[in-house]
DNA sequence: TGTATATAATACTTATAGGTATCATTTATG
DNA sequence: CATAAATGATACCTATAAGTATTATATACA
């Protein structure tokens, strides 16, 4: 139902650097922002940067920045970066494979409820995000 | 999305025991029947026992057995024991409280999402499990 | 009343996600 | 070309879920 610590906190900081598209972020800036473990928060933009909406600049004056604009970066993308097991269609029961014709009754209801959560990830992008009011404020104390 | 394995076993467990609302089972037949690891299945019947719908009688002749009938016994019930923390509705960015009065545009989405899974969940019973014939073959060999 | 058969309780081990520490590599710039 | 400032790679540590092992307790019944 809810997700890992890593995929909320990758949701943070795209959400973050959504707010100034072109801008090369370094990690000493994000962490300012979100206060995510430091090395942690490392580690995980270099993970990031495996992926075709995060690019990365090495070097002084390197950093990190969007590829994309971010109306064409979604959740669903994110996500599957992050956590690419979350969505997929395993059994109600954690089967690994089904072996019957007739599927249980809790069948077509998960994966109606897995549905919604796909569509509402691939439908909202980053820039959906921050169409209601400055978050940051929020967003730089996660406690 | 997905459950632990944990609640996984649980839901297995407790639907297999609703085949018989009555039988006094012991944790050797469960397991001929659910390939749970067997000493961790055990361990997890104990746990069940903590709840209002498993009853155990201990010694000789002893086991474990629905103490209402399984139409009274909502998936619901059974998460709430095995993983209490599931549905709990925390922020979909996983912050602890939300400093704004403003929601951001996943709020409302999230909740609702988590809306639609509780009521699944607290809809259906274990008697609803084994409507649809006989999936005892399909759950024997969980691979 | 002793023994076999069941669950209860507790402690230990292992696998994995989350987090930390260190060193290597890249590159702007004096 | 040396240095500083940034990311990259790797190894290690820690907390939690999953799984194992051992001992204690309850009870039917010969
Ligand atoms: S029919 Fe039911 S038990 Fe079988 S794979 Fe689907 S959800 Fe799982
Ligand atoms: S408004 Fe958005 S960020 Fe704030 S608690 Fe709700 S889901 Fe989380």
Known sequence: ??????????????????????KLFTVEEIYQQIRIPYRYLRKLMTHL?????????QGKKGGFRLSRPS????LL?????VDP???????????????????CIMHDQWTGVRA?????????SLADLHVSGDLNEHFKQPK
Not at 49 to 57: A, K, L, Q
Not at 116 to 124: G, M, R, S
Request: glycine share 2%; proline share 0%; charged share 20%.
């Open 116 to 124: 919604n959560v796909h569509a509402i990830l691939a439908n909202t």
């Open 71 to 74: 109306s064409q970066i979604t």
């Open 1 to 22: 139902m809810n997700f890992s610590k890593t995929t909320d906190y990758a949701f943070r900081i795209m959400r973050l650097m959504s707010q100034d598209e072109l």
């Open 49 to 57: 940067t495996r992926s075709d909406f995060m690019e990365s600049v």
């Open 77 to 81: 993308d994110i996500l599957k970066v």
């Open 85 to 103: 097991e979350y969505l997929t269609g395993r059994c109600f029961f954690g089967f690994e494979n089904c072996a019957l014709d007739t599927v």
